[in-house]
């Protein structure tokens, strides 16, 4: 048998035939003459694609050319004689709006998957697992969040890792501190650049801190800066071991050479420090070097600022030594009472006996003062159920005598000796203080001058304004000289009045009208201090949420070299908070979980947990809270009044 009219060989021939129906005849053979009313039977190619399973295919135009209908919006496609799918897979994957939720498209885990974009919400990206990216965002939340490096060992997170992305390889504790310090590191690499970009001048914060129990001393060393926004920032620059002894001059020599290593030592403004004795030796080494005073506005004279909280607490446990036996008594009555179970009991029943508030006795931290006024109030209000407790309890022997509890209520009036400290430390300190208040547009000079003559009333004032404007001025002038292109404009302006002037005057046939005109042009010009301090105060600005860095960002084209000087004063802490608080922060990081940190890698987890948090925060964003609580160090019934709130 030859070949079929499509080409089939006898084989085939004789399989299509045993396959046909008994009441179908027989396809004709090679020679055989066409059947008039027999189909063809030439099978159809099977659809392979999977994107028909989603359309029913239509009858076939002359042009062979067809139409394929979507059974789930009916939207018709008319195909080409190509018979391609690409229009039917475009359908499925972007145009139909009926499809199942189970039939939608999905790809496979090759394929790129969309995510939301981290620096815009609405936006989206194209994503693909990268593991090298996956092991520095857990480094980040490892840092960010103080959570040991051991965490990874926790079987229930390496769960959820793996339930999140099975390619992720978990790594192991050394492998994730060495991240986290490389993420310090870049961190680090981040900052000194932006340090370098910035035209201002910083300020620092510095203090020292023991840990308990484990003979360590740290100083950390915090700056300050308003940023080319007008924001005003700070960012932890050091944290590191200071050997004993803590003398000031081991201090200065840290200092200064973390100043020489972020390459600040040129522009450093001012250094916040406390009132202790090694921290005045500190100031004296430092301006002892040429090199760096030199650097140093007004020659140094507003290097030295003292912390605004640790002389308001000095001022203030001056005034309070006057009661030092009754405060005592109060603070050993809180601590006899809550220190048990069954005292707790018992004083329960006097407040209920006594109809006291429902309140837990607390004492104070001796060193801050305003838990001491915490601690008293909070006696005062339980008064009563003191005295009662006192009746209920045999052996307490702690019970205010009533002159006792009249002198706690007079308290306030032993504060008044209070002034000799307050004169004591900011007469030679306070010069920086009132320029920041001078360089408030509702207040300059008036305001600094009434409240002078408020505080001096024996003549002083007049002494103390004098010396406040001399420094003013020396300090407007250094910024003058700094700023070549503000005075040089300056300069031509003048010059140029004063050739006109001469011109004029030499010209005998001018008129005494034009004479007149140039030698009001001839005055001398007003300094930008000057004409600042001439104008009239901006009391259009005096409600409570006036932004003074918003103001002068706006006045830097009318007050250029002002503006700069504005900027590096008001970047100034008026107390070591911001360095203290980082005292809290290590105490959780040198945890019993970390107490075999190395100074280095806690001095790397201090400064990048400080800078990943400032740069969230700074774009808006929030942090959670941290694992550990400040509070638990001081121990239960410790009123805990942070340094913070010393202001």
């Not at 003549?459 to 001025?473: C, E, H």
Request: one cysteine or more; proline letters at 4%; glycine letters at 4%.
């Amino acid at each position: 048998m030859g070949p079929g009219i499509d080409g089939e060989t006898s084989e085939q021939i004789e399989r299509i035939q045993a396959d046909a129906p008994a009441n179908e005849p027989a396809a004709a053979v090679a020679g055989d003459a066409p059947a008039t009313d027999v189909p063809s039977r030439k099978r159809q190619k099977k659809k392979t694609s999977p994107w028909w399973a989603h359309f029913t295919e239509g009858e076939k135009a002359e042009d062979g050319s067809y139409t394929a209908t979507c059974i789930y919006c009916g939207y018709v496609i008319i195909q080409g004689n190509q018979k391609g799918t690409s229009a039917l897979k475009g359908h499925i994957k972007k145009g139909c709006k009926k499809i199942p939720r189970e039939k939608r498209f999905k790809p496979d885990a090759m394929q790129y998957m969309l995510q939301a974009s981290t620096e815009k919400v609405d936006d989206q990206v194209m994503w693909t697992f990268n593991q090298a990216r996956s092991r520095k965002g857990l480094a980040r939340m490892v840092v960010a969040h103080e959570y040991p490096f051991n965490c990874v060992n926790h079987y229930f997170l390496r769960v959820f890792l793996k339930e999140l992305q099975p390619s992720f390889i978990i790594p192991s504790r050394n492998t994730l501190k060495a991240d986290c310090i490389r993420l310090y590191e870049e961190e680090r690499e981040l900052l000194y650049d932006l340090f370098g970009k910035l035209d201002c001048k910083f300020s620092f914060t510095s203090d020292l801190w023991t840990c308990k129990g484990k003979d360590r001393g740290f100083m950390s060393l915090t700056c300050h800066f308003i940023d080319d926004q007008w924001k005003m920032r700070k960012r932890i620059i050091n944290f590191t071991n200071l050997p004993s002894p803590h003398t000031g001059k081991n201090i200065s020599n840290a200092i200064y050479e973390k100043f020489v290593l972020w390459n600040l030592d040129k522009r450093v403004f001012c250094l916040v420090l406390d009132n202790a004795t090694s921290n005045d030796v500190c100031i004296k080494e430092l301006l002892s070097t040429s090199s760096f005073q030199k650097e140093l506005p007004v020659g140094g004279n507003i290097f030295h600022q003292r912390c605004a909280c640790h002389v308001l607490n000095l001022i203030v446990q001056d005034g309070l030594g006057v009661l030092t036996n009754q405060i005592a008594n109060v603070r050993e009555a809180m601590k006899y009472i809550r220190n048990s179970q069954s005292r707790m009991e018992k004083f329960n029943l006097a407040i209920s006996q006594a109809k006291a508030p429902k309140k837990k006795p607390a004492w104070d931290v001796p060193t801050r003062w305003n838990s001491t006024f915490l601690m008293l109030e909070l006696a005062l209000e339980l008064k009563d159920a003191i005295i009662r407790y006192d009746t209920l309890d045999p052996n307490f022997e702690y019970c205010p005598t009533d002159g006792e509890w009249d002198n706690v209520h007079i308290l306030v009036e032993h504060l008044r000796k209070m002034f000799t400290k307050w004169d004591k430390y900011w007469s030679t300190g306070s010069a920086l203080l009132a320029i920041g208040c001078i360089l408030d547009p509702r207040c300059k000079m008036d305001v600094v001058e009434y409240y002078f003559r408020e505080l001096y009333p024996f003549g002083d004032a007049a002494t103390f304004i004098q010396s406040l404007k001399q420094v003013l001025n020396a300090l407007f002038n250094e910024y003058s000289e700094s700023n070549p292109t503000s005075q040089s404009q300056s300069t031509t302006s003048s010059s140029h009045s004063r050739s006109a002037a001469s011109s004029s005057v030499s010209n005998t046939k001018a008129g005494l009208k034009e004479f007149l005109n140039v030698r009001k042009t001839s005055e001398p010009i007003k300094s930008e201090l000057e004409e600042y301090l001439t104008q009239p105060l901006d009391l259009a600005s005096m409600d409570d949420d006036f932004d003074i860095l918003a103001w002068w960002k706006l006045k830097v084209p009318k007050y250029p070299i002002m503006a700069k000087m504005a900027r590096d004063i008001l970047a100034v802490p008026i107390s070591t908070v911001a360095s203290e608080s980082t005292f809290s922060i290590a105490g959780r990081t040198l945890s019993p979980v970390r107490s075999s940190l190395s100074d280095e890698s806690l001095e790397a987890l201090m400064c990048a947990q400080d800078w990943l948090r400032a740069s969230v925060t700074e774009q808006g964003g929030a942090f959670g809270d941290v694992m550990w609580s400040s509070d638990e160090a001081l121990g239960d019934g410790t009123i805990c009044a942070s340094a913070a709130s010393c202001t």
